[in-house]
């Protein structure tokens, strides 16, 4: 240990410190953070600007900076990013006092619910308060050290507050514990006050030196081994559910080879789509309350669900419904205790990868039975022809495609390893029945937030974590005019994104949910306000989005039809730029068939028919839900 200080700001030394931080798992080493995404205010400027202009201008510290348009776009581009690398590389993200750091809590709360690694860096009030109230500041008068980035905490798993140089020091490492454990990592905030950034510390140089955070895999522990795989050994109809778990622990090979080997079909959630190709004769698609035929049925007679790094939140259960067997039980191989225990599970602690290979030594000659295997071939059987249906030329008979024929049309034309990105709308319901992925980071679906304005920042990221694979976000008008701008990014950073912007004029999940709970799609069309009626249900608005894309920078395309959209992404393909492909799609589908039930609430008293009828329908699904005991 050195007893030499370095003299430093608090800023400087967050810099260098962040520069020396690395992950590693199976021998492989890579940097934690290899980079800080930023918009620059007030608050920031002095402080943690011009640490990274200092070390740029120096090379005193390898951490390059990257401008984002919106905070909370540049955390979304953070997370995406992490998501790519599977959890062992992230950015760090910094603001401006006030509004500039609130704009990052939803992409807090993004990153915590997915369980996905993110730092944030939301500059505060003065420590010394020598000039207090300041600019953007909160007044609380409860409480003096109160400010705006209180409201971090819910969303964070570590929260610190700098209010001195030298507390830098611990929070910095307390942070990197959770960021680099797959068990607690989420979005990580250190405050940083407009002060404490700027003022100097001698610090000690060990502070600095090359640090590996070491990402373990955890071992099933033997008793717990044992009950697992004694349900599994017994049982008739078996079901994997493949979660995140799956593919953040590079378990894909394994669950394939296991699934093999035991027959045990295997369904897929939206973070674990992709650990198992599509056309494995074991897989069966997506599972839950926008789930595939064959998985729900399988699922509706299941006697034993083996879940992988799953969640089970409420889209995978369809609400508590889709396992319908009333004697199910449930073996949960999940790196967090909080997951593995769901549903009264025998909980299998572990790694995802060491735990199915644990498994797969355990079960050897134990297979399904031949009728069970000519079961899961009918149901998939079944399930193409459904497919088929949706994305077929014909299907929609009016002027617009539909947006599952341009979801079948998009599948058909990307390779293997091209990247799709969606978060919110309609499509997500669509692509977890419909697509086919072959490769674990293919399909790349924000789920557990579902956070209308991902989908383009979301392609920043994706594209610097792996600039050899094609990107293409999906985008619906509406989470399209929620969050834009990182097209900018996108274009002077030099990343090739192909954007495929689907406008329909109106929100179309929420439409034909409204409608289907007797709520009659009232506020979910882009309409002008009619005069007489006083509605929002006059005629279209004359919006132009791809002007409006062609104006922040990006190339782009028009496609009318089905076939016109294949034209237009041959040359989206071709291009070295960013392009927006953008094609109108019918509001009203059709859309794929449902196999599933989601639960949300419809009025239990109302004046009007539409929702009476709908309680009915509601009603009667409320009755098969329960909790798996």
């Not at 600019?135 to 929260?159: C, H, I, M």
């Not at 795989?229 to 079901?239: F, G, N, S």
């Not at 949960?332 to 769901?342: C, G, H, S």
Request: glycine share 8%.
């Amino acid at each position: 240990m050195s007893a030499q200080t370095v003299r430093l700001t608090t800023a400087q030394a967050l810099v260098r410190f962040l520069a020396a931080q690395y992950s590693e798992r199976d021998g492989q080493e890579q940097r934690l953070i290899p980079g800080a995404w930023g918009i620059f205010g007030h608050g920031n400027v002095a402080g943690t600007g011009q640490a990274l202009l200092q070390a740029a201008a120096t090379g005193e510290a390898d951490l390059p900076y990257y401008l984002a348009r919106n905070e909370q776009g540049m955390v979304h581009a953070a997370v995406a990013f992490a998501k790519m690398r599977d959890r062992l590389a992230t950015f760090a993200c910094t603001a401006s006092t006030g509004p500039g750091s609130t704009n990052m809590v939803t992409g807090a709360a993004l990153a915590t619910t997915n369980r996905l690694p993110v730092l944030l860096l939301p500059s505060d009030m003065f420590a010394t308060r020598a000039a207090d109230p300041v600019l953007q500041q909160l007044e609380d008068p409860r409480a003096g050290d109160t400010s705006v980035n209180d409201a971090f905490r819910a969303v964070s798993k570590y929260f610190d507050r700098i209010a001195r140089p030298e507390q830098l020091i611990p929070a910095a490492l307390a942070a990197m514990r959770v960021l680099s454990d797959p068990v607690e990592t989420g979005a990580v905030t250190l405050c940083l006050p407009q002060d404490v950034q700027a003022e100097a510390y001698d610090w000690p140089a060990d502070f600095f030196r090359r640090r590996v955070w070491h990402v373990g895999r955890p071992v099933p522990e033997a008793a717990a081994l044992e009950r697992a795989v004694r349900l599994l050994r017994t049982a008739e109809k078996p079901l994997i559910v493949a979660g995140g778990g799956a593919v953040y622990s590079g378990a894909a090979n394994a669950l394939r080879a296991f699934a093999e080997a035991t027959g045990i079909p295997v369904a897929d959630t939206h973070a674990g789509k992709g650990a198992v190709p599509w056309d494995h004769p074991c897989a069966v698609g997506g599972i839950g309350s926008t789930g595939a035929h064959a998985a729900n049925e399988l699922a509706a007679q299941a006697d034993v669900v083996l879940g992988i790094g799953t969640r089970y939140s409420d889209f995978t259960t369809a609400s508590h419904t889709v396992f319908g067997n009333p004697d199910v039980t449930f073996v949960n191989l999940n790196v967090a205790r909080l997951d593995a225990v769901k549903h009264s599970a025998e909980p299998l602690v572990a790694d995802a990868r060491l735990g199915i290979e644990t498994l797969a030594a355990e079960l050897i000659g134990r297979r399904v039975s031949s009728e069970y295997r000519t079961r899961i071939r009918q149901l998939i059987a079944r399930t193409r022809e459904i497919e088929e249906e949706c994305f077929a030329d014909d299907r929609n008979t009016g002027e617009l495609p539909a947006q599952t024929q341009i979801l079948g049309a998009l599948n058909g034309i990307l390779g293997d390893r091209d990247v799709v990105i969606n978060a919110a709308g309609s499509m997500p319901g669509d692509l977890q029945q419909l697509w086919r992925a072959r490769d674990p980071k293919a399909y790349h679906v924000e789920y557990a937030y579902s956070c209308m304005g991902y989908e383009i920042a979301a392609g920043v990221g994706a594209k610097l974590a792996d600039p050899s694979r094609e990107v293409v976000v999906l985008v619906g008008d509406g989470s399209y005019l929620m969050m834009a701008q990182e097209i900018v990014t996108m274009v002077s950073e030099g990343l090739k994104v192909i954007i495929v912007l689907v406008q329909n004029h109106g929100f179309a999940s929420i439409g034909a949910l409204s409608e289907a709970l007797g709520s009659q799609r009232f506020g979910t069309k882009y309409r002008f306000r009619d005069g007489d009626s006083g509605q929002l249900d006059g005629d279209v608005l004359p919006v132009d989005l791809a002007m409006n894309a062609a104006s922040l920078g990006a190339d782009v395309l028009h496609a009318a039809t089905v076939a016109d959209f294949r034209t237009a992404m041959a040359k989206a393909q071709a291009s070295g730029r960013t392009t927006v492909v953008h094609v109108e799609t019918d509001l009203y589908g059709p859309n794929p068939p449902a196999h599933g039930w989601w639960d949300v609430p419809v009025s239990q008293t109302s004046a009007l028919d539409s929702t009476r009828a709908a309680y009915e329908t509601y009603a009667a699904h409320k009755r098969s839900q329960r909790h798996y005991l």
